[in-house]
């Protein structure tokens, strides 16, 4: 069995909801999506998503003609070929959208789906409900929280940083919510490096005051593992970061320097191989990781095989237009299938409907980084976000 290509499908779309955080407080509804297909000489294909620039260049010189089995040695092979420019920026996204290609089509290769291909012993992961929720009014983020919790889900995440009276009021409603699903709630805040380190043991310790945050996300840069210890040390929630860097190299400082308490794996840190590579590490530390959200929750194949995870994210706002998927969410777990490999399909009926018809609006995603982030804390004018 041989790689012949690869055949990359770009489309738009919009979400039932806008999402947002203290970056993009009125949050976007628009975002750029890209199914990725890897060929072969058998009519068998892999997989994936996204991609960018890149991947035409690393399956010409690394994978084309290459047996698609050997996902491992295929993964440092290409991880070498970008060493010069580095495993970051559309080299990563390359080599991540590629990875999972890879270990789609080796999953469906073997009859399985990708979670027992992994090694996992079931097919069921914890989740978390997480509304990236700035955009909402208080009505609309307690109906998203209740949504969830009848679903099971008893633990979630509010994106917090721009106004403390209004985090304490949204952190409220939060709780109340979760709570209907009869658990006793599991409250985390997210401020997405918008606070400095000083700034984030000020606030946590008047949040701590009102209540029981279970882990306070990206309170520092994602790098500086002085600032966050510094955070770890003073507050009495864990701290939880990592989603944005890019390698087992990254993360390591964090950890060596007791920087990280939960460490956020995602497809971001070099696709199912270098996402479970940092799980492995963490785990040598006796460190919890907690997985990020991703479009029809595929990651949760990986998270099921982690002996160290926690639960994954489950932002629900509304990604797949054109995909079929194989998997639920019942009593607070996400439970994967058994269809082969990732268990999605791509609907080609609803994709060309999608490329022939995009949403008239541009997407703003990524949220840029907002002004005044780490320095000072802003403010928010009057009308800028609806809960104001």
């Known amino acids: 069995m041989k790689i012949t290509g690869f055949r990359a499908q770009p489309y738009q779309i919009k979400l039932h909801r806008p ?7 009125e949050g976007g509804q628009f975002m750029p999506g890209q199914a990725l297909f890897l060929d072969t000489d058998q009519g068998v294909s892999g997989i994936s998503f996204g991609g960018g620039a890149l991947v035409s260049q690393i399956v010409e010189h690394v994978l084309l003609g290459e047996d698609p089995r050997g ?23 390359a080599v991540s959208a590629l990875d999972i290609a890879l270990w789609d089509l080796k999953a469906r290769l073997n009859g399985e789906p990708l ?11 914890r989740a978390y409900a997480s509304g990236i929720d700035s955009p909402l009014s208080d009505d609309q983020l307690d109906a998203f929280y209740r949504g969830m919790a009848a679903r099971g889900v ?21 709780r109340d919510a979760l709570a209907s699903s009869g658990q006793r709630p599991e409250l985390c805040i997210d401020v ?18 009102h209540y029981d945050i279970t882990w306070i996300e990206e309170p520092a840069r994602r790098w500086d593992y002085e600032g966050l210890s510094q955070v770890s040390r003073q ?32 497809t971001a840190t ?28 595929y ?46 399909e791509v609907n080609e009926q609803k994709l060309r409907a999608l490329q022939e018809n995009p949403p008239a609006r541009k997407s703003n995603f990524p949220f840029a980084r907002r002004e005044g982030a780490g320095a000072y804390v802003k403010g928010v004018e009057e009308g800028e976000v609806p809960w104001k």
Not at 19 to 25: E, L, R, T
Not at 116 to 122: D, E
């Open 19 to 25: 999402i947002g955080d203290a970056n993009c407080p």
């Open 115 to 125: 979670w027992k291909t992994l090694g996992a012993s079931s097919p069921k992961v």
């Open 270 to 297: 070099s696709g199912f191989t270098g996402c479970r590579q940092v799980a492995h590490l963490a785990y040598a530390y006796e460190l919890p990781v907690s997985m990020m959200n991703c479009q029809a929750n």
């Open 299 to 344: 990651m949760a194949h990986l998270a099921a095989a982690l002996p160290n995870h926690l639960s994954m994210e489950v932002v629900d706002p509304g990604r797949e237009h054109c995909l079929d998927f194989d998997n639920h969410i019942e009593e607070g777990f996400i439970v994967l299938g058994d269809k082969p490999g990732l268990g999605i």
């Open 192 to 209: 997405n490096e918008y606070w400095s380190p000083k700034q984030t043991v000020r606030f946590m310790h008047e949040i701590e005051k």
């Open 235 to 266: 507050i009495k929630a864990a701290v939880a970061t990592a989603e944005n860097l890019k390698s087992i190299g990254e993360v390591y400082p964090l950890i060596h320097n007791q920087a990280v308490d939960i460490i956020n794996v995602s």
């Open 71 to 93: 996902v491992r040695g295929l993964w440092n092979r290409m991880v070498d070929y970008v060493f010069k420019g580095g495993n970051r920026g559309e080299a990563a996204a």
């Open 154 to 174: 008893s633990a979630g995440k509010l994106k917090c940083g721009l106004d403390l009276e209004a985090d304490l009021r949204r952190i409220g409603i939060m």
